[in-house]
């Protein structure tokens, strides 16, 4: 079973300060890499009022410099708009500080015409752009000269190799699927028909002769929250889920096609009925995992909505004293893996204070 965390840092006026959610997610990523967990997801978006995160690989810079193993999965990564060039040579940096093989990305075409009017994109030819950024970075990891735009350019540095980052291509509409059999290394989608999309990639693929990859461990609930006093966290995590999920719903409706995992709610009681959102007790959170089973993934988004960081740790180190070993004694986990440092342990601590 996978461990994961995931941060859009959205940073809403009924939350946490910005400053306050970007230092406990450097540090909560330095914890989790300590206790095994294999990834954490960091999404991108632009122009939002709420300081939705703008700068993903600046953040995983940070947490690759604080962590040993875990893997920094930009999901999505807004591509279209990046230069290629320079997108080519950040990844490659990133790929580098982390010690190399510990950089993913999923690659998405955005949907928020705001965006690509901040940016100068046309968004008409996100597609197409999408297409030279893939080209872009398979020749620019090579270390070779190579045409760009009518010019011989050279990237510099590379990754560490042998084999470049992963590319997964990401999406929610039934095109995102053929367009990741053709382009990318796997495929990430998005929304609520993952499984109709997958069937449809894998179709895609068999179509052009290409070999299927193996699926993404399955991801778990949108957010999980382990607390000893389920009806006193409710009260507390309810404004932020309530915010997340009401905001992405609206911004979803921006795609004019595809689907989403999020639902606009009214009420407290609506947001409960949430398959996406999920409050357990440790001994609740043990048999959801086991229900599970240990080809899936449990992620954690401990900052959403700006949650204040020590309700975050509170779910997380719960989950890791109660939970964790649990797990690992039903085999869903090796036992092998590392344990928080005492400098890990005292880190945190002083974050909460």
Known sequence: MRLSLRYDMRAPSIGAPAVDLYRAAVEQAGWADSLGFETVYIAEHHGAEDGYCASPMILGAAMLGRTERIHVHFSALVAVLHHPLRLAEDLATLDLVG??????MTMGIGYRPDEFEMFDVPMKRRVRILEEIVEVLDKAWTGEQFEFRGKTVR?????????RPPIYIGGSADA???RAARLGDNYMPAGS???RLYELY??????LGLPIPPRPAPAGPLFLHVTDDPDRDWELLAPHLMYTTNMNAQWAKE???GTTGYTHVETVDDLKKQPQFVVLTPQQCVEFARERGDKSELMFQPLMGGL???IGWRSLELFASEVLPEIECLGLRDSGAPRPSTTSAQS??????
């Open 99 to 104: 010690g190399g093989g510990r950089v993913e």
């Open 155 to 163: 990237v510099r540095p590379m990754p560490v190799g042998p084999s």
């Open 176 to 178: 995102s699927a053929a």
């Open 193 to 195: 028909e993952k499984h």
């Open 202 to 207: 894998d179709a895609e693929r068999t179509r």
């Open 255 to 257: 795609r004019g096609v």
């Open 308 to 310: 204040p960081p020590e």
């Open 348 to 353: 945190a601590e002083t974050i909460r204070k």
